[in-house]
């Protein structure tokens, strides 16, 4: 109510009066009854399609409540483990998680809206709503902690920082399926640092999309396949050009929209893992530290000169 009497504390009587007479002219309420949740929910994406639409987690939510087959109690079961889906990614956001969940199973590119994307998948893997539910849940809690960079090892805070810097976060889909099915013989922080250093190369590559996705897809596809850990180090190595990125890293970078992040990333790989940094305001160069230093090829650790990137950070 607190809208509505804020609404009507701005307004004076002849404003109220013609409001009154619109609401009375104009505004129709409808009663509608079902007899049951499953056809309140079909009624209310017919009328939604009619009206404002709704977002793609709302038409998936219906699609999944649509299949359950008990009365009102197991409705609200239903219900309150959505609100825990949304409650966990953030509703403004919860499309955007479903996308990734989405490429995280199917390991190719949406061609139709994210609701029909995930409508074979519900037909084929959601015999039990609450199962289906339950994995997007687990599956909701990792995206967090990608979103949040929340990762016990100190070494994965640089390479999930890194990889945050990159324009795009087509890299996220690949690392939600590895936390989403962990891979034997493979931990968390060599999988990230294994992706830091393919998605840094293909970006200061200037790799096209299709080309970029092309790694992640199949990095996806053996996760979910049960591939061994030896499997996806090959998928990662097959798809390095350490002789192009070398020669580019040592290139002149400055004025490029990846130099920050490649400067940042050498300020980082200089310092103790026990040190994390934040980087904020403007920053500038004042001595740069030998381009060998930071090492994203796929092959033997370099010896690095221990000279220290200096910077000073203004605004």
Same mark, same amino acid.
């Given at each position: ?6 609404? @009507?504390?701005?307004? /004076? ?20 009854? *079902? ?19 709704? &977002?793609? !987690?709302?038409?998936?939510?219906? !699609?999944?409540?649509?299949?359950? *087959?008990?009365?009102? =109690? ?38 139709? $809206?994210?609701?029909? +994307?995930? =409508? ?13 539910? /339950? ?17 016990? +090892? ?14 795009? /976060? ?14 034997? =013989?493979? &931990? ?41 850990? $030896? ?15 070398? *020669?580019?890293?040592?290139? /002149? ?28 305001? =403007?920053? &500038?160069? +004042? ?9 994203? &090829? ?8 221990? *000279?220290?990137?200096? @910077?000073?950070?203004?605004?």
């Amino acid at each position: 109510m607190t809208a509505v009497d804020t609404f @009507y504390a701005g307004k /004076d009587e002849a404003k109220l009066k013609l409001f009154a007479n619109y609401l009375l002219s104009k505004v129709y309420v409808v009663f509608v009854r *079902t007899n049951s949740f499953r056809s309140a929910y079909r009624l209310f994406n017919v009328l939604n399609t009619r009206g404002l639409p709704l &977002s793609n !987690a709302d038409l998936i939510k219906n !699609a999944l409540f649509d299949k359950l *087959t008990n009365g009102e =109690d197991y409705s609200q079961e239903f219900e309150d483990r959505w609100i825990e889906l949304e409650e966990t990614v953030a509703i403004d956001i919860l499309d955007t998680f479903l996308g990734h969940h989405r490429t995280s199973i199917k390991a190719e590119k949406a061609r139709e $809206d994210l609701f029909k +994307e995930f =409508d074979p998948i519900i037909k084929a893997e959601a015999k039990d709503p609450f199962l289906f539910v /339950d994995k997007l849940i687990i599956s909701a809690r990792n995206f967090r902690r990608i979103n949040e960079s929340k990762f016990k +090892e100190p070494q994965a805070i640089p390479s999930i920082n890194a990889l945050h810097r990159v324009r795009y /976060d087509e890299w996220i889909a690949p690392l939600l399926c590895f936390l989403n099915r962990p891979v034997s =013989d493979m &931990s968390e922080i060599e999988f990230l640092q294994l992706l830091e250093k393919i998605t840094m190369q293909n970006w200061i590559r200037r790799l096209g999309r299709t080309a970029r996705l092309t790694v992640y897809f199949q990095l996806i596809s053996a996760i979910n396949d049960d591939k061994s850990a $030896d499997d996806l180090r090959s998928v990662f190595r097959a798809n390095a050009n350490n002789k192009e990125f070398l *020669t580019l890293l040592k290139s /002149d970078i400055y004025g490029l929209p990846r130099a920050q992040a490649i400067l940042l990333r050498l300020e980082e790989a200089s310092q103790d893992e026990s040190v994390t940094k934040v980087f904020g305001g =403007d920053i &500038s160069i +004042e001595h740069i530290l030998p381009q060998e230093f930071l090492d994203l &090829s796929f092959g033997p650790c370099r010896s690095h000169s221990g *000279t220290v990137l200096r @910077y000073s950070r203004g605004g």
